[in-house]
Each structure stands twice: as C-alpha cells, then as structure tokens.
C-alpha cells in the first residue's frame, strides 16, 4: 500500500521529499496509518495532535502518542483545548485544530498540512452535500490537494477505502486509538456512515 499512495502523492505533486511535512495525527486508524507510511517512505514528518478533554481516554492518548513520536524522533506538537463552549462543536474545533497545524507549519518553515481524509470519507461527504443540495463543484467533494492561506492542505489517503487502511494496520501491527464518539450516532456523519 505505501508504493500506491507514493505513486498517488507524486501524480498530484501533493509532497516533494525535500520539505517538512505537518501531519494531523489524532491516533485514530486513519492518522496512525498514514503517519506510519508516510514515515516508511521517508517523507519528514511533524506531528500535530490534539486532545479536546470530550472523552476520558484522551489524556491518555495523548501521551502515548509523544512517547511514539520520541521513539521515533518525529517532532511531536500538542495542543488541549478547553472546552469548546458554541453551538457547533465540530466546526469550532475544526477551526481551532487548523489554526493550530498552520502555527506549527510556520514554525517548522513549511507549507504543507497531511490530513488522513481517505475513499469512505469521500463517498460520505458527497452522499452528505447531495442530501443538503449543493453546486456541481460541492458535489466534488474531498479534493486531494487544497491550497488555504497559502499552505497545502493534502490528503495522501484518498486513493484508499477503509478495509485497505485496516488491512494495513493488522498487517503492520499499527497501534491506534478508537474514538468512542464515532460508534454514536449523534452526529451527522456517523448516521451517514452507519446507516446508509
């Protein structure tokens, strides 16, 4: 799978191998498996992670996942927010996660953001915007490369679905981190993902 999705950073010229490379690592199979095959192929890393202080486990992960990038000398930055307080959740700490990546970004002398955005992810987004209503250019969905205040927001895993990412976590032994939230379906992805 690392050979595919090398193949796929190069036919999007999403990743030279000469610059740094901020990666959103939650801990979750997605994240993990994307930071373990970007390291594999030699791509230099910064991790980003965020802990929000919603689910109990998530000091813990936290700090599991500095001991990982210290093993493997990957730059490790941490950011725990308070408690997000509005009315849309998701959006505020979207808000805040990407503020976030493009600080460490510009510390670092980098312009690149990896986000593990993959194949189910995008079917969910479009059957999502299709139900809403959108323009023929929402209906796109998720695109591979997306170029916000100047840094490139790139989406290396979007040449995979989801059974090829756990076939890959088994096969490697990649330890990651279930979010119990994503077994609910209180949120609007989740009823996408669970029931249609």
């Known amino acids: 799978m690392e050979n595919y999705i090398d193949e796929y950073i190069k036919k999007h010229n999403l990743i030279n191998k000469n610059e740094a490379v901020v990666i959103a690592l939650s801990g979750g199979i997605d994240s993990m498996v994307l930071f373990h095959c970007l390291y594999n192929l030699g791509y230099r890393l910064i991790v980003c992670h965020i802990n929000h202080k919603v689910r109990p486990e998530s000091d813990k992960e936290y700090e599991e996942i500095k001991k990982l990038c210290d093993c493997m000398h990957v730059p490790f930055y941490g950011l725990v927010l308070d408690k997000i307080e509005g009315k849309n959740f998701h959006d505020e700490a979207r808000t805040k996660r990407y503020d976030f990546f493009k600080k460490i970004a510009l510390e670092n002398n980098t312009k690149v953001i990896a986000t593990a955005h993959h194949l189910d ?37 979007l040449c995979v679905n989801r059974e090829k990412i756990k076939a890959y976590a088994k096969e490697k032994g990649i330890t990651y981190y279930e979010d119990s939230s994503n077994q609910t379906d209180h949120y609007t992805r989740n009823r996408y993902r669970h029931n249609i």
């Open 121 to 157: 992810d995008l079917v969910e987004t479009i059957l999502m915007k299709i139900v809403r209503g959108s323009n023929l250019l929402g209906y796109a969905g998720i695109k591979p490369l997306v170029i916000n205040d100047g840094f490139r927001i790139v989406r290396p895993l």
